[in-house]
T-cell receptor, first 115, second 113 residues
Framework: DAGVTQSPTHLIKTRGQQVTLRCSPKSGHDTVSWYQQALGQGPQFIFQYYEEEERQRGNFPDRFSGHQFPNYSSELNVNALLLGDSALYLC??????????????FGPGTRLTVL | GENVEQHPSTLSVQEGDSAVIKCTYSDSASNYFPWYKQELGKRPQLIIDIRSNVGEKKDQRIAVTLNKTAKHFSLHITETQPEDSAVYFCAATLSNTGNQFYFGTGTSLTVIP
């Protein structure tokens, strides 16, 4: 049973460029959430995808966008990169069920460095 | 939205001693409180969680307590071992709103052999 996977592991970009990060959820999970974790900080919620739609969004600008595919995998796109976008980007998957507490399981993350 | 505060930011204990990390939350509607352990360069791993209908939960050397009235919850690690050294994050969420987790700022725990 595969856990949450992310690619690439590391990425180096320059200011103004665009980047796409990928996530495959844990087998059986249908919901993907994306988080940004700056050095020494807790993860900050970017957005969540369920049934191929963005269901909830945190306090991030429109430069951050995403997509979910029919197989539940997801992409995070960031346009016009800024130095401050350098962080570990974590994907977390869960299974949405009514009247339940849905544990989230994290992927290994993608370390993005913007120069 | 929810605001989660976590203390202390760093904690050093001798091997075998206990460690306690505390979190407070602001939204009384939050009903699910997981704890994650993150080792250097690795993903956060869920180590224990508690739901709002329970006051305490134990799993071997790890326990979590929840005080809904005071809106705080704590992680207790007993008989600490060097491999417990890591950053620990608490989180809070209202589970039926799409699982947006609000995380604390983390506690760096060092267990001294």
């Amino acid at each position: 049973d595969a856990g949450v996977t992310q690619s690439p592991t590391h990425l180096i970009k320059t200011r103004g460029q665009q980047v796409t990060l990928r996530c495959s959820p844990k087998s059986g999970h249908d919901t993907v959430s994306w988080y940004q974790q700056a050095l020494g900080q807790g993860p900050q919620f970017i957005f969540q995808y369920y049934e191929e739609e963005e269901r909830q969004r945190g306090n991030f600008p429109d430069r951050f966008s995403g997509h979910q595919f029919p197989n539940y995998s997801s992409e995070l796109n960031v346009n016009a990169l800024l130095l401050g976008d350098s962080a570990l980007y974590l994907c977390a998957s869960s299974l949405v069920r009514e009247s339940s507490y849905n544990e989230q399981f994290f992927g290994p993350g993608t370390r993005l460095t913007v120069l | 939205g929810e605001n989660v505060e976590q203390h202390p930011s760093t904690l050093s204990v001798q091997e075998g001693d206990s460690a306690v990390i505390k979190c407070t939350y602001s939204d009384s509607a939050s009903n699910y409180f997981p704890w994650y352990k993150q080792e250097l360069g690795k993903r956060p791993q869920l180590i224990i969680d508690i739901r709002s209908n329970v006051g305490e939960k134990k799993d071997q050397r790890i326990a979590v307590t929840l005080n809904k009235t005071a809106k705080h919850f704590s992680l207790h690690i007993t008989e600490t071992q060097p491999e417990d050294s890591a950053v620990y994050f608490c989180a809070a969420t209202l589970s039926n709103t799409g699982n947006q987790f609000y995380f604390g700022t983390g506690t760096s725990l060092t267990v001294i052999p």
